[in-house]
């Protein structure tokens, strides 16, 4: 079965500048995507951006970027220019490529701050 | 992205009664929808998925008298908490993916408190 882990269980950043949250995963799957998705405080789940394992460029959606590492089954999103409305909870997630299987395997979740 | 949309929102009912939550996809064919429970401060644990059609498959630990779900359609699943307990009260999420499957899109949640 497919794990993920998030080791900060909360993190704060100074407005404006960046942050880095960490993911690992652990599959014996070669092919899979990845996903951050935001949880503010309406408890909305939002997609923040996702990564196909097969692709080895980095995704970005504007301020936000992955640090993909396949080897090291890491997943890092990376936050520039830190806005308040980036303040919410953040959730790594796993799902297989394989047809029928959508099922989404979710990390703890790791709680952003962001200091004015 | 694609809009997935819960109702009610929130839902207060007494302890013994049922209750019907309703999740939509409004822009997007959900050929499979999911249902998610979360507890405060916790991450989204997985009670069942549901194809259009067919019955649901449920996690383990889940039971399926209780939380019943129906996916009639492909913009509509619903879950029916049956002989609600306090310990039901929960905040419940379900999410559809489309025919491309690739990406799971959540609906706005529902807090139910069972008293």
């Known amino acids: 079965a497919q794990t993920v882990t998030q080791s900060q269980p909360e993190m704060s950043v100074q407005e404006a500048e960046t942050v880095t949250l960490s993911c690992t995963y652990d599959t014996s799957e070669s092919d899979y995507y990845l996903f951050w998705y935001k949880q503010p405080p309406s408890r909305q789940m939002i997609l923040v951006i996702r990564q196909e394992a097969y692709k080895q460029q980095n995704a970005t959606e504007n301020r936000f970027s992955v640090n993909f590492q396949k080897a090291a089954k890491s997943f890092s999103l990376k936050i520039s220019d830190s806005q308040l409305g980036d303040a919410a909870m953040y959730f790594c997630?796993?799902?297989?490529?394989?047809?029928?299987?959508?099922?989404?395997?979710f990390g703890t979740g790791t709680r952003l701050t962001i200091i004015p | 992205g694609a809009v997935v949309s819960q109702h009610p929102s929130r839902v207060i009912c007494k302890s013994g009664t049922s209750v019907k939550i309703e999740c939509r996809s409004l822009d997007f064919q959900a050929t499979t929808m999911f249902w998610y429970r979360q507890f405060p401060k916790k991450s989204l644990m997985l009670m069942a998925t549901?194809?259009?059609?067919?019955?649901?498959?449920?996690e383990q630990g889940v039971e399926k008298d209780k939380f019943l779900i129906n996916h009639a359609s492909l913009t509509l699943s619903t879950l029916t908490v049956t002989s609600a307990h306090p310990e039901d009260s929960s905040f419940y999420i379900c999410?559809?993916?489309?025919?491309?499957?690739?990406?799971?899109?959540f609906g706005p949640g529902t807090r139910l408190l069972v008293l």
């Open positions: 549901s194809n259009e059609g067919s019955k649901a498959t449920y």
């Open positions: 997630a796993y799902r297989s490529a394989d047809f029928g299987n959508e099922k989404l395997t």
């Open positions: 999410s559809g993916v489309g025919e491309r499957k690739e990406t799971q899109y």
